[in-house]
C-alpha cells in the first residue's frame, strides 16, 4: 500500500487493546523515522522518550487529562525538545559532523557562529518555540511510520506538560515535553472512532495556487 492509503488508513486512535503488544522492532521503526527527520541547522533538538513501564504510563493517565489510551497503549513516546539552545549544544553538533564527515572545522566555524548569534540571543521561550518546531516534524514522521507499519497511533498534545516534565524527570535532562504518541492496535469493537469518515477540507479549498 502506498503512504497515502496508508495515511487513509490511520486514524487518531481512541481504545487501544491492552493486550496487544506492538513489536521492538516495529518501535524501532517508528523511532528510526523520527530520528533520521530533518531539522533545522540539523541539530535534531529533540529527543524521544520511550515508557513501557505500567506504572509509569498509569501515572501519566491524569497528567493526559483521563485519556486512558496512555495506559491502554503498548508503548508510549514521548517528544520532548531542548528547553534552550546552548553553545555546548551547537557545538556538540557540528563537532561530530565534521568528525564524521572529515572535514576542518573552518569549514562550519562562520555558520556555528552566526547560529550561537542568533540562538544565544533569544530567550529560552523562544529557543523552545523553535526547538519545539522540530520536534513535530519528527512527531509527524514517526505517524506516518507508524501507519505504513499497520500499527495504530494517537497524535496527543492534550497533557500538562509541565507535570509531564516533572514526572520524567526532563528538566534535569534539559527537555520539555512536547507531544505524546502511543502505539499500539485499535480495540475497534470498543473505539467510537473507528468507523467515522476521515473529514478533510477539500484539495481545492486546501491548496492555494498562484500560476
Ligand atoms: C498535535 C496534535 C494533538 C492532538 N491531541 C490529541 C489528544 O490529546 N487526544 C486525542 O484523542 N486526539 C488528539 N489529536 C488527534 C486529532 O484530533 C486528530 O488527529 C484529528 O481530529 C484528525 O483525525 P484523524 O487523526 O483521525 O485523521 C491530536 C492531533 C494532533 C496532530
Redesign the pocket.
Not at 494517537?154 to 497533557?159: A, H, K, L
Given at each position: 500500500m502506498s503512504l497515502l492509503e496508508n495515511l487513509k488508513w490511520?486514524?487518531?486512535t481512541?481504545k487501544f487493546d491492552a493486550t496487544k503488544k506492538v513489536s521492538e522492532d516495529d518501535v524501532n521503526k517508528i523511532v528510526e523515522a523520527a530520528r533520521l527527520a530533518p531539522t533545522s541547522s540539523g541539530l535534531q533538538q529533540f529527543r524521544v522518550i520511550v515508557v513501557t513501564n505500567q506504572e509509569l504510563k498509569e501515572k501519566i493517565v491524569p497528567i493526559?487529562w483521563g485519556?486512558q489510551?496512555v495506559a491502554d497503549c503498548s508503548h508510549l513516546l514521548v517528544f520532548a525538545a531542548w528547553d534552550k539552545y546552548t553553545a555546548e549544544r551547537i557545538d556538540d553538533v557540528f563537532n561530530a559532523t565534521v568528525a564524521e564527515r572529515q572535514i576542518p572545522y573552518e569549514q562550519v566555524a562562520a555558520y556555528v557562529e552566526r547560529l550561537k548569534s542568533i540562538y544565544l540571543n533569544q530567550s529560552a521561550e523562544e529557543n523552545f518555540v523553535h526547538t519545539a518546531r522540530q520536534a513535530y516534524i519528527g512527531f509527524g514522521l514517526s505517524i506516518a511510520q507508524a501507519a505504513e507499519l499497520k500499527v495504530d497511533a494517537?497524535?496527543?498534545?492534550?497533557?500538562t506538560s509541565t507535570d509531564l516534565d516533572a514526572l520524567l524527570g526532563l528538566e534535569a535532562k534539559g527537555l520539555k515535553s512536547v507531544?505524546m504518541l502511543p502505539l499500539g492496535y485499535r480495540d475497534a469493537a470498543n473505539d467510537w472512532?473507528v468507523n467515522l469518515k476521515?473529514v478533510r477540507v477539500s484539495t481545492n479549498d486546501f491548496v492555494i495556487e498562484y500560476r
Open positions: 490511520r486514524y487518531a481512541k493526559a485519556q489510551i494517537t497524535p496527543m498534545e492534550g497533557f507531544t472512532l476521515k
